[in-house]
């Protein structure tokens, strides 16, 4: 059976991609900080187990390793926005997202790199966000720090190609669940996006484990170094926006 690692397993993206990775036949390894509300989340699927994992921390991240082995998917999920002009983010809160979103990127795959690449197979597929490819305002650290998910994407499917690791990326638009969940239970927000959305409406986090199990399949087989936008269209809407009159 093959087996997969998702990152931030406890959150809605997170729990979405370790179902779909269970229907698609893996043995999954939930890592999450909260350890017990991706227990919670283990509990209802078969051939899965949490670990309480903190990404940022090469010795938490090490010892997960050790009891799980070196998977055949890594998705790196875990992440965390500070929301707020850059004017008034704090140099702290700016840091932590970084350090999550970028080192808790880099720190999975460096471990699971080192045994997918010994053993000459292997899938990683780190989730990044619209607003790697366009920044929005009031972002905080995320779009830098998920800018540099996709260009560490890029660099890690150079290197590792060679010895049979592919590495790719899925950049969310506006999902209804995770980190944006908080943001939608604004009616006249969600009205407001979803109006401009071409495909007028927001995705789903299954929308997400979709593109990410595609990526690891077998059908993605010469896709590598790709940040697969899964938005509706919303990035290549501007003129949409900005209507030229007939």
């Given amino acids: 059976m093959k087996s997969a690692i998702v990152t931030g397993a ?13 229907a698609d036949g893996y043995r999954v390894a939930l890592f999450d900080r ?22 940022t921390s090469k010795e938490s991240v090490a ?10 998917l890594l998705v790196n999920n875990a992440g965390i926005v500070r929301f707020g002009p850059l004017l008034e983010q704090s140099i702290a809160d700016f840091r932590a997202v970084l350090e999550v979103d ?15 690449v010994a053993r000459g197979s292997g899938n990683i597929v780190n989730i990044t ?33 060679p010895d049979g690791v592919r590495v790719n990326a899925v950049s969310p638009g506006f999902i209804d669940g995770g980190l944006s969940a908080a943001v939608f239970r604004d009616a006249s927000v969600r009205a ?3 109006s401009g959305v071409p495909v ?15 990526l690891a399949s077998d059908e993605a087989g010469y896709i590598s170094g790709h940040e697969l936008v899964v938005d509706g269209g919303v990035v290549h809407s ?9």
């Fill in 34 to 55: 909260d350890g017990d509300k991706a227990a919670a989340i283990a509990a209802t699927l078969d051939n899965a187990q949490a670990f309480a994992v903190d990404v």
């Fill in 192 to 194: 407001r996006r979803e």
């Fill in 63 to 72: 010892a997960a390793f050790e009891a799980t082995g070196v998977p055949d």
């Fill in 238 to 246: 501007l003129l949409a926006q900005l209507r030229r009159e007939a």
């Fill in 10 to 22: 406890a959150g809605d993206l997170g729990a979405a991609i370790a179902r779909r990775a269970v």
């Fill in 102 to 116: 970028l080192m808790g990127t880099f720190i999975p795959s460096w471990f699971a790199a080192k045994g997918m």
């Fill in 200 to 214: 007028r409406r927001l995705g789903t986090p299954e929308d997400i484990a979709n593109a990410v199990l595609f």
């Fill in 129 to 161: 966000s619209i607003n790697s490819v366009t920044p929005g305002p009031n972002a905080g650290a995320y779009p830098a720090a998920k800018a540099a998910v996709a260009r560490l994407t890029e660099h890690m499917a150079l290197e590792w190609g």
